[in-house]
């Protein structure tokens, strides 16, 4: 029986954009002549091994103006999950019966939007499909908002999260600054192992702010000692300073400064929190300064009220390529994008072996980043810029954004 249909499925953290890319499958095959219709899995590869599947094909004709409300609603429409298949050469069952349920449902192409570990079940699909002499084309559509995924220039979701923090920091700056008492506000940003969201805090830059003052990063060993000058100079110069921090900063050990409250997921990556607190006591038993820290967290992750045109339209087109590359035949890949100049700003979109992907992470260049690991240079400044231009259009009902419901999901199954 000849497959013609196509199976998604979102994994791993939030994003504002991850939903555009859906979008864009489901628009693709829509007006594919290769393919019927369109199967959501929910909760990431969990769906298809319960069984707990959607046909979006039907939801485009059900709701009204889907496809445009998918694009700008935030987080996951099919959920998530943070799910690692064992090793098939260890233990098949699990591939088998994924398989066996892609025949069922006449599975021709399955898509996976995600991060890292999203990558690792991209490659492990792919090679036990090989194995067995399945063609199913398997695809991995990148998102993440540390934007540390190999090969592509940077992954939807970076974007707008970056414009989030760039945003908060401005915000938090014109907070601080009415106030003449001396004082330092330390704000922790998600980053593990690659500063990226970070280093967007200095887009909040403009004219007359000069904050962050201070940004550190997990590719730069962290020194407290050298930490504490840092900060003297900065209130020398000024009554008050911001600093951005990154989670995962680390001694020189590479021991996270927040070691203490670190724990690890099941992919066996440290889960952190508290590096902020941490500093701001190593300064308040060094330095006679107010001080505060702040943990941004989650919350740039699904800030679809301040998302990135930008990022929304190259998610989108992503999820529209997948489709039509799949349909010409390319599997056991993952789409990228390559920039082609930063002015005018232009991204080709291309692909990638999966295995040059998966469990890899992409570190800021140490060359942009300032000597002394506390700033960013231009180089860094100008990549980051364009990601984060325009502003899509998101309606608004009883003074809040309209998003797609997700009543499908957070249900206790009856």
């Known amino acids: 029986m000849s497959m013609k249909n196509v199976m998604v499925a979102q994994s791993g953290g939030p994003t504002v954009a991850i939903n555009a890319s859906l979008a864009g499958v489901v ?17 990431g590869i969990l769906g298809i091994l319960e069984d ?53 449902y006449q599975i021709g192409a399955f898509f996976y939007i995600g991060g890292n570990d999203s990558m690792d079940t991209v490659s492990k699909l792919s090679h036990y499909g090989r194995q067995i002499g399945s063609d199913i084309r398997i695809l991995g559509i990148p998102k993440t908002i540390d934007n540390d995924l190999c090969i592509t220039d940077h992954t939807p979701g970076y974007g707008s999260a970056a414009k989030y923090v760039a945003s908060t920091i401005l915000e938090i700056a014109h907070d601080t600054f009415i106030y003449s008492v001396k004082s330092v506000t330390i704000v922790e940003i998600m980053g593990r192992d690659a500063g990226w969201l970070t280093a967007a805090t200095a887009l909040a830059r403009n004219s007359y702010n000069n904050a962050p003052h201070l940004i550190y990063f997990p590719e730069v060993p962290f020194d407290p000692k050298q930490f504490i000058t840092d900060v003297k100079q900065q209130l020398s110069k000024r009554n008050n300073v911001i600093i951005a921090v990154s989670e995962g900063i680390r001694d020189q050990a590479g021991h996270y400064i927040s070691a203490s409250t670190a ?9 952190l929190s508290g590096t902020g607190k941490c500093l701001e006591y190593l300064i308040k038993e060094s330095i006679n300064v107010k001080v505060r820290s702040i943990e941004v967290n ?34 056991k890949c993952m789409l990228t994008l390559h920039r082609e100049s930063n002015m005018p700003y232009e991204v080709s979109i291309r692909s990638a072996d999966i295995d040059q992907i998966a469990n890899e992470a992409k570190s800021i260049p140490r ?17 980051m810029a364009p990601l984060i231009a325009g502003e899509p259009d998101v309606h608004y009902q009883n003074g809040l954004p309209v998003y797609l419901p997700v009543d499908h999901l957070d249900t206790v199954p009856t």
Request: hydrophobic share 35%.
């Open 27 to 43: 628009d693709a095959v829509i007006k594919s002549d290769q393919y019927d219709t369109v199967y959501g899995s929910i909760y």
């Open 52 to 104: 707990h599947i959607l046909n979006l094909s039907e939801q485009t004709d059900t709701i009204p103006d889907f496809i445009d409300i998918l694009k700008v609603s935030p987080a996951m429409y099919l959920g998530s999950c943070r799910y690692k298949l064992p090793d098939y050469e260890d233990d098949d069952a699990t591939y088998a019966f994924l398989f066996k349920q892609f025949e069922r």
């Open 263 to 271: 724990k690890n997921d099941q992919f066996g990556h440290s889960q």
């Open 298 to 331: 989650v919350l740039q992750r699904c800030a679809a009220h301040l998302s990135s045109l930008t990022d929304l339209e190259e998610a989108f087109a992503l999820g529209r390529q997948a489709v039509n590359r799949a349909a010409a035949g390319e599997t």
């Open 367 to 383: 060359e942009w980043i300032n000597e002394a690991g506390n700033d960013i240079t231009p180089t860094l400044y100008e990549y």
